[in-house]
């Protein structure tokens, strides 16, 4: 496979920012909205509170199944047309979500929202994987994470700051502008990444084959495997955020603020991996995170059963947790990507629709059984991050630490 170069004109820092705001309209999307589920679910009249989630979960559920098309899209077309039929789509569902006044249409809403938005996590990962290899791309793929971490951190607050002034519509307004603003970026500076030569036609047998491709390659698909259960824990304790923060510790419009702290630390663990997966390695880094993620949320499901988490406490273990987890999501998405260059878009796409699909049915699970305490999804946690290491383990042939293939890109 041949390895892109970026334009002159487009250095590494735009092209690490350009490429996180892409990515980042799938966070925007859920982030943002999570101070107003309250509002939203007593203006549609939604009786049951845990099904205020909804929003959230149709919308990865739409995210999830679109990048199927988008992947193999994006090996035909290349990878700047794709990402502007998917904002077109995902800017057009955010205006509709706006006009809507009952639950079923702003789920539909939803849904469509998160089919336009499957482009943007395509996209980001393919121009990632046709500039860089091998812990290089590590390295980009962790600023990338950090720059894109940075959307939890603001989107939670602004979301309350909008609701504090305006109608909970606006924030979907708020959503579509900020897509405007990354559609005419891209189409004012973004190059085309993908090489003439490595384009696929966008054909049936072609399709098949790269989707052959991906789910022949065993340590590819266990890495994509493990990275979506540990994605299912996230979405597990994103969903009933707001219930936790705002409601079971009583912090109300405060619950931004606390959310940022804990996408902070994420974002933190993503730069701190962009320093030291050159020196360590992926699976050093990746692998002691894993071990070191189930060991604290078995403890987090002691506390929890004993009914020993004040506020306190609970950010003192979920702050450690979540860093670790910013240390795998990371390093496993590099560790899936790595031996599939020459049919990136296509290996981005049955990676993003198993870890958002997998990932968010195995969250709702999760999110569906919170019942005021945190004990499920501290559990949800220790399960799931051990069934992520059974498929480290299958990708590596039972050890860990060190790589048990050899790449072919």
Known sequence: MKIAKLNPSVNRIEFIGLAALIMALN?????????????????????AENHRQFIVTFFLIGFGFSQLFFGPLCDAIGRRATFLVGVTIYIAAAIGGAMTTELNAMLAMRV????????????????????????????????????????PVLAPTFGQLIIMFGPWQYIYFAMALIAIAAAAWTILRLPETLAEENRRAFRPKIIVEGFAIVFSNRPALAYGLANMVALGALFGFLAPSQQIYGELYGLGPWFPAAFAAIATVMSLASFINSRMVGRFGMRKLSHSALIGFIALSLLWSILAYLNALPLWAFMAIQAP???????????????????????????????????????????????????????????????LGSISLCFVLIAEKGKLFKAQFDPIS
């Open 27 to 47: 966070a925007l999307a859920i982030d943002v909205m999570l101070p107003a589920l309250p509002m939203i679910g007593e203006a549609m009249h939604v009786e």
């Open 112 to 151: 469509i929202q998160g089919l336009g938005a499957g482009a943007s996590r395509v996209v980001a990962l393919s121009m990632v994987r046709d500039c860089f290899g091998g812990r290089a791309m590590a390295e980009v793929m962790s600023l990338i994470m950090m720059v894109f971490m940075i959307m």
């Open 321 to 383: 947790v979540m860093f670790l987890f910013g240390l795998m999501g990371t390093n496993f998405n590099s560790l899936s990507m790595e031996p599939l260059g020459r049919v990136a878009g296509t290996a981005a796409s049955v990676f993003g629709f198993m870890q958002t699909v997998g990932g968010a049915l195995l969250g709702t699970v999760i999110g569906q059984a919170y019942n005021g305490s945190v004990l499920p999804i501290a559990l949800g946690y220790v399960i």
